[in-house]
Each structure stands twice: as C-alpha cells, then as structure tokens.
C-alpha cells in the first residue's frame, strides 16, 4: 500500500512515496523535474547493483533526509540542503536487529544477497558507531550468508579516525571515492562539507596496501556555467599515476546512471569509459566499467 504526503515549501512539491525498499522524492521545480532518492533506515532493498549484484543496503543515516560530508552535484539523494533529516541516527542496537531479521527472512524466502552493502542517504562512516556495527555485520554475514560480501561505499572523508580504518580494512569491499586528484575540481564537484585535503586521503588510501577497491564518477557537462568534464587527459592522467600509486586490487570506473540535482550534467560515453579503462589495463591494475 502506497502513502502520498504533499510537502509544499518555496514553491517545490515533494511527493514521497513510502515503501518497503525506497522513497524516491519527485522534486517539481522553476519547470523542471528532478527525482532524488531518500532511502529508509537502517535497512533496505535488496536491490540490484551496476557493480555489485543483488544488494541487501545498509542505511546508517537517518530515514527522513541525508547527512554527508560531501555534497556532490551529482548525487542520487540530491543536495544537502534540500533534504535535511530530522530524525536520528539509528543505533547500533536498531542496526544489528534490523540486519538480522531482514537475513532471516531472506534465508526462509530469498532472494541470496551477494553483497551487504553500506550506503544509503550519506556517508556511513560519518556514524559514530560504525566500527562496532561492522563488526556486527560480520558476525551475521557469517551465521546466515558466509558467501555473501560486505562492502563499504565510502567517500573517504573519515580515513584519519583509526577505528573507521581498522574497520575498513576488515571487510571485504572497502570501496573508497576518488573522482580526482584535482582540488579545484573536488570543491565544485564534490563539495566537501568540512576540511578535505585530497593529498593526506591518498596517503590514507595507500596505506591499506592494495585492501581497497577505488571508485571513481565520470561525467561531463556544466555546473552554475563552468565545465565539470573529467574524461579529458588533464584530469585522467594525474588521476591516473596517482592511482599506480594507491595501487588498489580494483578501480570501478562509472558514470552518471540517475537523475541528478543539478541540471546540465551528462553521462560519460561509452567510448571514454573504455578508454580509460585501457589505460588501467596497460598499466595491470584491474578495473570494471559500468556505463
């Protein structure tokens, strides 16, 4: 059963639809539409994912809006501002119950995850207790699915508190974003919230000694009139030697696949993700394209 609220505020209506796997909020705006995702919490889906396979998501942020540390132009759950949560985080008390009766009904019913995956509306390792619900995660994985993978998506903006890193380096997919090494670029693409320095988060980065996978967005287009194209060597080829560098067991290269919350960004072509991929390939670091 589908529940309409309406939600009129500065001239936006917010239609949000509550059902057991997504709320996609439906943003109609100065005449264009724009579809973000809010995603419920602690759990949701499974879904099935360009890069991981049938997903069983993990939301450690609140149910009701987004909390993150970078507030990207591109991002399916639309800009920071525009969907602040009211309500809290969940526990990792809420967490560990949650996971566990969604593993158990999937165990008598289906479908088998391949992966449990950390995303949802933000960063997760933004939550206080995200170590110790890692270590939960774990533990379930292996009473119900031990097949199954654990995996992080994560911007890597908590790679300084060591139990954030200990935690990543426990699971088996520490998927960490690196769109650019370019700062310019990352504070009008990814808009960092706080503090970034892109140079220290490499050097986190390679201290994982290749336990990483790195996942980078190409795109194209403008934003408020000034060019966002990263497929172009200026940006590739830095990118590039610092990723040798890294030297993570895999790259994820990937483009724009949903609606975005700022107008005038376009998909990476087929053509300029594969040639990029080649480049990974030449210099034997492993990567998967998603288009």
């Given at each position: 059963m589908v529940n309409e609220?309406?939600?009129?505020?500065?001239?936006?209506?917010f239609i949000i639809f509550h059902s057991s796997f997504f709320y996609p909020y439906l943003c109609i705006q100065r005449k264009r539409i724009m579809a973000t995702v809010i995603y419920p919490s602690p759990i949701f889906g499974?879904?099935?994912?360009?890069?991981?396979?049938?997903?069983?998501?993990i939301n450690l942020l609140p149910a009701d809006g987004k909390f993150c540390t970078f507030d990207c132009i591109y991002c399916e759950c639309g800009f920071n501002g525009d969907h602040r949560p009211h309500q809290k985080l969940p526990t990792r008390e809420e967490v560990f119950h949650a996971l566990e009766t969604r593993l158990q009904d999937m165990k008598l019913?289906?479908?088998k995850p391949d992966v449990l995956t950390f995303a949802g509306n933000g960063e997760p390792t933004a939550h206080p207790q995200f170590a110790g619900i890692i270590e939960d995660t774990l533990r379930l994985r292996d009473n119900y699915f031990p097949e199954a993978k654990v995996s992080v998506l994560s911007n890597s903006t908590f790679l300084h508190k060591p139990e954030v890193f200990e935690a990543l380096n426990k699971i088996d997919n520490n998927i960490l974003k690196l769109d650019t090494i370019d700062a310019t670029y990352i504070n009008k693409v990814d808009r960092p919230?706080?503090?970034?320095?892109?140079?220290?988060v490499i050097e986190y980065m390679k201290a994982?000694?290749?336990?990483?996978?790195?996942q980078t967005l190409f795109m194209k287009g403008t934003f408020e009139g000034e060019n966002v194209d990263n497929t172009t060597d200026e940006y590739v080829l830095p990118w590039l030697e610092v990723v040798k560098e890294i030297n993570p067991r895999q790259v994820m290269i990937y483009t724009i696949d949903r609606e975005t919350p700022a107008p005038n960004l376009l998909k990476a072509t087929h053509e300029e993700l594969d040639r990029i991929g080649?480049?990974?390939l030449e210099a034997d670091i492993p990567c998967s394209v998603s288009y």
């Open positions: 609220e309406w939600l009129f505020e500065r001239y936006s209506l499974p879904v099935h994912s360009r890069r991981l396979g049938v997903s069983l998501g019913n289906g479908p919230t706080g503090h970034y320095d892109v140079l220290q994982f000694k290749g336990n990483l996978i790195v080649k480049l990974l």
